[in-house]
Nanobody
Framework: QVQLVESGGGLVQAGNSLRLSCAASGRTVSSYAMGWFRQAPGQEREFVAAIWWSGTTYYSNSVKGRFTISRDNAKNTVYLQMNSLNSEDTAVYYC????????????????WGQGTQVTVSS
């Protein structure tokens, strides 16, 4: 069992940055591949970024070069650093954990956090 709690969301102006955190309990994040997804109103939950057990990362094309996913095993926490935010980044952001190697699809994930709201204003 893994419990995930996101934090760090809020309201920011376009062009600014925000850092999200996902604190895990129950098991260490190093035992899982960790992913970030986001969901805007009326839209499907979409893949954003993931980090595997090895530390290898993967990003959606829409955030590549702007977002960085990282993991701190000592703190049992996964982060999402979001730079150059724009209005299209507005969504509820969820972190998730999976023991499957495929990380880009929602069905791979066994555990989900409750989400944190990110709103980007002009």
């Amino acid at each position: 069992q893994v419990q995930l709690v996101e934090s760090g969301g809020g309201l920011v102006q376009a062009g600014n940055s925000l850092r999200l955190s996902c604190a895990a309990s129950g098991r260490t994040v190093s035992s899982y591949a960790m992913g970030w997804f986001r969901q805007a109103p009326g839209q499907e939950r979409e893949f954003v970024a993931a980090i595997w057990w090895s530390g290898t990362t993967y990003y959606s094309n829409s955030v590549k070069g702007r977002f960085t996913i990282s993991r701190d095993n000592a703190k049992n926490t996964v982060y999402l650093q979001m730079n150059s935010l724009n209005s299209e980044d507005t969504a509820v952001y969820y972190c998730a954990a999976t023991k499957k190697p495929v990380v880009v699809v929602r069905s791979s994930y066994d555990y989900w956090g409750q989400g944190t709201q990110v709103t980007v204003s002009s």
